[in-house]
């Protein structure tokens, strides 16, 4: 779907002219066509834009909001940003962790008739952050682990689905709050190409130039006296990898089960599997000296967030999922009710939807819902524990809304820091 809009610009002393731009979209907010697309990103005005931190990058890329919604902009190449919109529209068929293209605007002119560059338009993800804000900011050891086991988990995801990246890196990647975990997003696609299968040659390359750009990153973040003192660029960049082997072999290797336990020891691989937050679409055994060679299909993860979304409607990050679909296990044992359809139905109805009611409106921007029932929850389990007793859902969300809540600043992101007081980058 295409959208023309015709720009005239006057100014005192100068020819008046008249251009045009091309928006190229599957749906066009109509709000983008009144932008000023005939004045270079960078020289934007300020009442255009958002103050959003964002992550080193080689292109101008600006924030702006629309109607309620802020997009990230990037100023590229015609053929690149041709070539990255389609890439992440697939990606986003398949459901794999990505910011979402909006549009493509191309054909633009500066007021004396020069051309100006394509410009990429994708949904900003909300409540993330790039790396710099993250790593700038003294990490406690877990957070950190927390941090590489999510970059880990989505190399690993964009391995099986077949995508290779050519630009492993901080810089392309944004990380979410995932009850109390964290959930990875790429950002930059124009380097990254979608096969059938990756090649054992294609995805070593790829953790290769994950490396040296990790490596490069967190040494510019070392120069800039960004980085903890604690920290060894080198030490990260090996762990991070180790992670990505353990992960990429649980998943994928093939397991020799004697065939008395065959049974037993496959179910309890596809239960792993699904722990790790994968879907196994098959299993391909084959018979070997005194039992088989078994080798699970993995398809995707998001194993709980399908669950979770099959059952409730609910769209969640994957440990958000899993603590959300626990809870509702455990109503449902609760509540002696055997339908699974049924229970969940009520649970959505009894316990999560008068959760997010009873957050104040001034409170809403803080947390995504999902992420402020995993953390009543939490704080429910913590109160309980000083009480010595079970203090119900009502006073652990009145507890949670004041002491905790309320106290987070406006637009917070992931790890707890007010977006103004971050870094902008480049």
């Given amino acids: 779907m295409c959208a023309t809009s015709h720009l005239r610009q006057r100014h005192a002393g100068e020819t008046v002219h008249t251009g045009s731009v091309r928006i190229t979209s599957a749906v066009v907010d109509p709000a983008l066509l009144e ?26 890329v600006r924030f702006v909001k629309l109607n309620d919604v802020v997009y990230a902009l990037k100023e590229t190449r015609e053929r690149i940003a041709e070539k990255e919109y389609d890439l992440l529209r697939a990606l986003e068929r398949i459901d794999f962790p990505a910011v979402e293209a909006v549009a493509i605007v191309t054909d633009r002119e500066d007021p004396h008739g020069e051309p100006l560059e394509t410009v990429l338009i994708t949904r900003h993800l909300q409540f993330s952050l790039p790396y710099r ?7 406690r050891p877990n957070t950190l682990n927390r941090l590489l086991d999510a970059l880990a988990a989505l190399v690993v995801r ?14 392309n990647t944004l990380f979410r709050r995932d009850a109390g975990a964290f959930a990875a997003y790429l950002v930059d696609a124009e380097t990254g190409n979608l096969y059938p299968k990756l090649s054992e040659g294609q995805r070593s390359e790829d953790i290769e130039i994950l490396r040296l750009n990790i490596f490069g990153e967190l040494l510019d973040l070392q ?16 762990d991070i990898v180790a992670r990505y082997e353990r ?33 196994v679409a098959e299993v391909a055994m084959s018979t070997t000296d005194g039992g088989y060679r078994v080798r699970p299909k993995v ?3 998001g194993y709980h967030t399908r669950r979770l979304l099959r059952l409730t409607g609910l769209d969640a990050e994957e440990n958000q ?22 229970a969940a139905h009520r649970w959505l109805t009894e316990v999560f939807e008068p959760v997010v009611r009873a957050v104040p409106p001034g409170l809403r921007r803080k947390l995504e819902p999902q992420e402020i029932f995993t953390q009543v929850i939490q704080h429910k389990w913590l109160l309980s524990e000083q009480a010595g007793r079970d203090v119900g859902m009502a006073a652990a969300v009145q507890s949670y809304l004041k002491d905790i809540l309320a106290k987070k600043p406006d637009e917070q992101a ?13």
């Fill in 133 to 139: 804000a993250l790593f700038s900011h003294v990490l």
């Fill in 158 to 171: 964009m391995h099986l689905t077949g995508f290779s990246w050519g630009d492993c890196s901080l810089s």
């Fill in 299 to 301: 398809v995707d993860a």
């Fill in 321 to 342: 999922a899993r603590q959300l679909l626990n809870d509702l296990d455990t109503y449902r044992a609760e509540s002696l009710l055997t339908d699974e359809q049924q």
């Fill in 247 to 279: 992960l990429w072999h649980e998943v994928t290797y093939e397991q020799k089960v004697p065939r008395d336990d065959a049974r037993h020891d496959i179910e309890g691989r596809i239960r792993r599997l699904n722990e790790l937050g994968f879907d």
């Fill in 35 to 60: 932008l000023p697309w005939h004045i270079p990103l960078e020289e934007w005005p300020a009442d255009h834009l958002v103050a959003l931190p964002q992550g080193i990058s080689r292109h101008v």
């Fill in 414 to 426: 992931v790890l707890g820091v007010e977006v103004g007081s971050l870094p902008t980058g480049v």
């Fill in 223 to 238: 120069a800039a006296e960004l980085l903890h003192e604690s920290i060894d660029p080198e030490a990260v960049v090996d």
